[in-house]
Nanobody
């Protein structure tokens, strides 16, 4: 059984910062890519940032220069440092990862989501 557990969301004012964490646990052999998505009310879930096991990153244009994704492979954890937050960043943020489990099946897993609210 593999789980992704997010933490670090909350309420912050415009221009503030938050750091999200997502830890993977369970019968994990390896983790390929890890990423963050977000979903605002009434909108589709969208990609925020991804990072490969080798450290290559990719960002949505809307967050480039403000958000930084990183990972600690030893801890099976991915982080999202969010700076200069704007009200339009308000959403539920979800962690996603491609994980090879002890069953030798590679699957995508989602976390439960963490709420980020940016007040104007």
């Amino acid at each position: 059984q593999v789980q992704l557990v997010e933490s670090g969301g909350g309420l912050v004012q415009t221009g503030g910062s938050l750091r999200l964490s997502c830890a993977a646990s369970g019968n994990i052999v390896s983790i390929n890519y890890m990423g963050w998505f977000r979903q605002a009310p009434g909108k589709q879930r969208e990609l925020v940032a991804t990072i490969t096991s080798g450290g290559s990153t990719n960002y949505a244009d809307s967050v480039k220069g403000r958000f930084t994704i990183s990972r600690d492979n030893a801890k099976n954890t991915v982080y999202l440092q969010m700076n200069s937050l704007k009200p339009e960043d308000t959403a539920v943020y979800y962690c996603n990862a491609e994980i090879l489990g002890s069953s030798r099946i590679r699957m995508y897993y989602w976390g439960q989501g963490t709420q980020v609210t940016v007040s104007s």
